[in-house]
């Protein structure tokens, strides 16, 4: 078995929106109002990792359909851009849904979609590893679908001859029934004291 590395080189992934859910349903805040490069680098020295590089991945709503959160994201994605993140975005796509009210009814109701977001999080995961960029994958996501991409990962270090880790961090609440990672990856969870002293300063929402 490869040795594990002194010095573990890391990229950070973040899934945008997935991380927001996971910070209101534990910490119950109502805005992405995260600094990524903050908290990278704070669950990476927690862990003994060395930050190489950060990538932001979400979903845009038009500014046709909500020119307050399209403003918001074009402002957040200028700070990061300027802090050297790499950002990928996709446009929203809203769905017409139908859901059953507490009685019964059936209602339509318009659901947003990130369509593409974590197979690009995913593709970028497994070239980012076959071209031995990082040692470590530290995914800011709960989302299972990246499972798959964890498979694909100890593949790649089994014909590479080395040592490859997945994790995902996430926010943790004792009193939350959501504290699970992505499967078949190390969970590197974080509380809120951690999460505090990584909030933006910066308002985007003026």
Known sequence: MPAEPDLKRTVAFFDGQNLFNAAKSAFGYHFPNYDVKALAKAVCLQHGLQLIQTRFYTGVPSVTY???????????????????????SRPVRYLHKSIKSTDGQEQKVLVGDEKGIDVRIAIDIISLAFDQIYDVALVFSQGQDLSEAADEIRKIAKVQARWIKIASAFPINQANKKNRGINKTDWLPFDKAVYDACIDPKDYRQ
């Open 66 to 88: 909500d020119p307050a959160k399209n403003k918001f994201w074009s402002k957040k994605f200028l700070s990061m851009r300027r802090q050297k993140i790499r950002v990928f």
